[in-house]
């Protein structure tokens, strides 16, 4: 397992085909890595597997404290627990020109902001709809009480993105078994089922 760093290229050239200064060894196969054209066009040096899972930046919010969650104008005064550097927050920083600023209560997780949000300590929390599912299931909140939205955003940041694997570019061999794997995982309903067992929605990617 790797921390995220400051953004994807940086993560695919110190895991995948660079390595750091300190000499660690490099991963043969990264999964959970953002497919996009422009991504690839500027990592030449690294070859993407097949997607097999669309993402989406989504809300948990506690009902009772929100009437509903439809657009973004509905956070209000509300405090929104969040991991900081993630999608969600740089979304809600640079969302109606700062707005919700001081809305938002940064962790150095999404694991820490999940807690926050479960303890009563912000009646919204933002991440990825996969993580706050996960973290809803796990905790047995039920889900009449913490509804999960997702809202619409004209801002610069992608709120749906699918995610697949990368190689170094002079592995493609691997990169093909890897999306041949995966495909027959979803043809038989096993990467459903996997998702399932961690309360997670399998939203297959466009095509799949």
């Not at 996009?36 to 070859?47: K, S």
């Not at 619409?152 to 999306?179: C, F, H, N």
Request: net charge negative; proline share 4%; hydrophobic share 40%.
């Amino acid at each position: 397992m790797v921390d995220a760093g400051e953004n994807v290229d940086g993560d695919l050239r110190l895991n995948l085909w660079k390595g750091d200064l300190a000499g660690s060894p490099l991963a043969d196969l990264m999964l959970h890595v953002p497919t996009d054209r422009q991504l690839a066009l500027r990592n030449d040096q690294v070859f993407f597997t097949a997607p097999y899972f669309e993402q989406e930046i989504a809300f948990a919010y506690r009902k009772g404290d929100l009437e509903g969650f439809d657009k973004l104008d509905d956070i209000g005064d509300k405090t929104v627990a969040l991991e900081g550097s993630s999608a969600a927050d740089l979304m809600l920083l640079t969302a109606q020109g700062g707005r919700f600023r001081e809305n938002l209560k940064h962790y150095k997780s999404f694991e820490e902001a999940a807690k926050a949000y479960l303890a009563g300590e912000a009646p919204i929390l933002a991440g990825t709809r996969a993580a706050i599912e996960a973290a809803l299931f796990a905790a047995k909140a039920p889900k009449d009480d913490n509804p999960i939205a997702t809202v619409p955003s004209s801002g610069l940041v992608k709120t749906r993105w699918e995610i697949g694997g990368a190689v170094k570019t002079d592995s493609r061999d691997l990169a093909y078994a890897v999306a041949d794997a995966v495909t027959a995982l979803n043809t038989d309903g096993r990467l459903k089922a996997i998702c399932e067992t961690y309360g997670v929605t399998y939203t297959p990617p466009k095509g799949y």
